[in-house]
């Protein structure tokens, strides 16, 4: 699992591959169509989408002569979970808090 959330979190580190994850969320798209809004060449996409594809965040088809490229959304999903429970962790936190600030709000309506 770790192997897995570090090559996930590595691949998600960089704003342009995150973008690449956003695009693919609409449906598949080539190397060129990745490429177009990036000044960046195709073979630098293509090291990015390499790292992706090692992430298991993107496969690639054949579809005749067309590579597309495909987001695969259950790789993030054991991410997703690592980080629900910091989630459950800083929702406990923010309670105990909301519990405090109460007390305290309770204290201070008595001592007026």
């Known amino acids: 699992m770790a192997e897995t959330l570090d090559a996930t979190f590595a691949a998600l580190a960089d704003p342009t591959r995150r973008a690449i994850l956003a695009r693919l969320r609409s449906g598949e798209a080539t190397v060129t169509e990745l490429a177009a809004p990036f000044d960046m060449s195709q073979p630098a996409i293509s090291k990015h989408l390499k790292v992706l594809e090692r992430a298991g965040l993107i496969s690639r088809g054949r ?3 067309r590579r597309p490229c495909r987001l695969e959304a259950d790789a993030l999903k054991e ?5 629900e429970g910091y989630r ?8 105990q808090l909301d519990a405090l600030l109460a007390e305290l709000n309770e204290k201070d309506a008595r001592d007026e």
């Open 79 to 83: 991410a997703t979970d690592w980080l």
């Open 88 to 95: 459950d962790f800083w929702e406990n936190r923010y309670q």
């Open 63 to 65: 579809d005749r002569q």
